[in-house]
């Protein structure tokens, strides 16, 4: 049959599926597998992303390929494994730009494509090519590897500078009161944390006592910006605002890209008042729920300026909920009432489950069936040759060289995604390999631990010394895998 033979609405409706589909990508901090109703929470109320499930497809075996922040960030947005490249480890507040502007990333592919792209939320992912003055305009940052628009937390909320970045210029700076950041030496007059724990809203061990701001104490020291200094009780507020602007910005016509990035849950957790009490895990809980309703003025817009039904939402976390937490608000011990990990083993920062196997919700109207599940192997990774796929966008030559387009998984619940893929922690060491339901998990000393995750996914028995053939083949691959020239 010839195509202008086709019936009209025929022919509107492949067009319509054919259209490059907006992207929000909402890459949570520290959620663990257990933290949502979605997933098993029985603590909380999390009606907003139970919504987005029901609407989308929930998957089961997601990963954030790394237990912490910095590198899980760096991967998704380069494609690139984050132990390829030294000095990927967790970002200090001070550190110079990651990614080289001309490395390919998820925003700058879609932004050849066409797309209006943002970032609200958290970067830690370094700024500048020397270390960063925030009393000048910050470049390299956001901006030069692809980002049309950006209001960023430069690090994270538990580190100085405790301020907002905007486009290259932090935001309320007064120019009379300059911002000095030090991380490792003391700088200033002010009492640290450690000096001054009567100052403290919330109760901080030492690597986190060092500048006080907002009555929190924080890692790093910082002195000046005064009046651009964060609220922590307002910071889910003002986020959600600048994603919501975004969005109200957007026309018709040309589709965006929003990669927001909430600091809810990662700590402090410092709620607002009007969402203090409400969960019966303590403040956890309750930052949980602002995260929560963060997502829902998300998909408010989203219905109200009538993007919804063309507009792909992923909601995911970039590493395992925290057990243990570094600061104490007097409701830790209520953290165990409902585990942040599920039933998975290990937290963030480490290569058990619960370190890397993250929520992973999709949902697009015009093309993904609601209310499914898919147990396909996903890793945030994966997201530039995705997104380019649906967006029909071609790669440039050697971008995302350890990625690759799992749209089909992203749209049929019933396809498969990756055959193989590795974790890691923090630096170049330890890795772990998954291949098809078998995970390998390697030690530095040498050491390793095998698990069956199809029969065992709490990891509770090492078949290492039981099935040496199957860890010797997964060492193999594991092995090929490191061996491949960093490009
Ligand atoms: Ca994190």
Redesign the pocket.
Known sequence: MKKSLLPAALALAAFAAAAPPNIVFILS??VGYGDLVCYGATKVKTPNLDRLAREGTRFTDAHSTAS??TP?RFAFMSGRYAWRQAGTGIAAGNATLLIKPSTPTVASVLKQGGYATGIVGKWHLGLGDTTPDFNKEIAPGPREIGFDYSFIIPA?GDRTPCVFVENGRVVGLDPSDPIEVSYGKRIGTDPTGLERPDLLKIKADQSHSQAIVNGVSRIGYMTGGKKARWVDEDIADTLTAKAVAFLEKQKAGRPFFLYLAPHDI?EPMVPHPRFRGTSQCGWRGDVIHQLDWTVGEVLGALDRLGFAKDTLVIFT???GGAIKNTYDDGTNHLHALQPPNGALRGQ?GTLYEGGHRVPFIARWPARIRAGTGSAALMGHIDMMPTFAALAGQALPKGAAPDAIDVSKALLDPKAKGRDTLVLQNNNQQPLALRAGTWKLLTRPNGASELYDLANDLAETKNLAASEPERAKELAALLATERAKSAP
């Open positions: 901090d520290d912490v922040c899980t994270t990662h976390s970039d590493n963030k």
